[in-house]
């Protein structure tokens, strides 16, 4: 996997550092509440994990499988509802963490979707936003890093379902996805 990797973005290191303020935060914002972790699956499972871990207030944990329709690197504007929460969000404060802000389709189609059925707030963390391709006006209220526009991998991140298990954040050689 290494050698498909152009350049380093992010260092475990530093993503490590990053999530141990971002929880601080949280904590901070949360405090006396128990918020329900909302993660996106699959891409922000590495980030989730240890989000909730650096984290001290309770928290309970739920997923959502989205696709967004169209492989390779772009998506494509369209998203379907592969896998919902278990259970009801009436009345809760949600925290939906995900990967990467990209066009943001994604996020705000999930953002509508959850508003609807009533919960008490909702908001987004996310651990990178590549704010430069933004087409849907939305931001994330936590957010990690700023990514250039540069196609990357790991930390959950994939291409193809590969190289979610890098222990960094990379920006994928173009000779991989243009070939
Ligand atoms: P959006 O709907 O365009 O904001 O897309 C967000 C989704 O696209 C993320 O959850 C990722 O799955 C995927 N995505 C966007 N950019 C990248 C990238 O650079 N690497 C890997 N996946 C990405
Ligand atoms: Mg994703």
Redesign the pocket.
């Known amino acids: 996997m290494h050698q498909d990797v152009e350049s380093i973005m992010f260092t475990k290191e530093q993503i490590a550092a990053r999530i141990g303020e971002l929880a601080a935060q949280l904590d901070k914002e949360y405090a006396g509440k128990t918020p329900l972790m909302v993660g996106?699956l699959k891409?922000s499972v590495m980030f989730y994990a240890d989000l909730l871990r650096a984290m001290t207030i309770p928290v309970e944990m739920d997923f959502m499988a989205i696709s967004?329709y169209g492989a390779g690197?772009k998506?494509s504007g369209e998203?379907k509802l592969i896998k919902d929460l278990d259970r009801k969000i009436e009345g809760r404060d949600v925290i939906i963490v995900?990967?990467?802000?990209?066009?943001?389709?994604?996020?705000s189609y999930l953002k509508r979707m959850l508003y609807s059925r009533k919960p008490s707030s909702v908001k987004i963390c996310a651990l990178l936003d590549?704010y430069s391709?933004r087409?849907v006006p939305i931001e994330a209220d936590y957010k990690g890093f700023d990514?250039e526009d540069?196609?990357?991998?790991g930390f959950g991140?994939?291409?193809a379902e590969r190289y979610r298990n890098l222990p960094y954040i990379g920006i994928?050689k173009r000779s991989v996805y243009e070939k």
Request: proline share 0%; hydrophobic share 40%.
């Open positions: 996106i891409g967004s690197s998506s998203v995900e990967d990467i802000i990209d066009s943001g389709y994604t996020l590549k391709r087409v990514c540069e196609f990357v991998v991140l994939d291409y994928l």
